[in-house]
């Protein structure tokens, strides 16, 4: 996007400013670009606070939607991140309920709440499943039993195969293959 050198900037930022007095960024966000729009700001700490973003453009309601589901989704990884350090004991069952209420969260944030809700259900059904698989058929201890999970789940592993069992047994295509 070109402008000409005398348009209106932004006094912080130097961002040229469009005919509402606003500014644009382009931000990634799970692989997808969102450009919010943002009102010109008189400190620094406006700006690292987000109080300045133009609430009423559609881009930026639909970055801070975003925004809102990446945050559950980070936090859900975090969880099972953490289930490397501390696989079994009161610190996994802390953690476990942490993933599942970023689950919760996923599923309240989603466009499609009951595509979510199913995907998410299965994934932690299949996750715990396969956890009971190493322990009692594999003979691995609990701890190495909860690891290969999260590893699994933090390659991505549960969530393709909770894709191919919807697609391929359910015959219903996933909200993820919809994208």
Known sequence: ?????????????????????RYSQTVVLDGKAYEPKYLPCATAQCIASGQNLDMTDP??????????A??????????????????VGAGA?????????ASVGQ???SPRPTDTAIDETLKMISEKGGEKFFTEV????????ARTAALINL?????????RLTINLM??????SQK
């Not at 069952?93 to 209420?101: C, H, K, N």
Request: aromatic residues 8%.
């Open 1 to 21: 996007m070109t402008t000409p050198s005398n348009a209106q900037r932004d006094k912080l930022t130097n961002l040229p400013l469009d005919e509402k007095g």
């Open 59 to 68: 881009a930026t309601r639909a970055y801070t939607k975003a925004l809102d």
């Open 70 to 87: 990446q945050v559950f989704k980070d936090i859900g990884t975090g969880a099972t991140a953490g289930t490397l350090a501390t696989p």
């Open 93 to 101: 069952r802390v953690l476990f309920w942490l993933g599942a209420s």
């Open 107 to 109: 599923v309240a944030t």
């Open 138 to 145: 594999l003979g691995h201890t609990p701890g190495a039993a």
């Open 155 to 163: 390659s991505g592993g549960w969530d393709a195969f909770v894709s």
């Open 171 to 176: 015959e219903v295509k996933s909200y993820e």
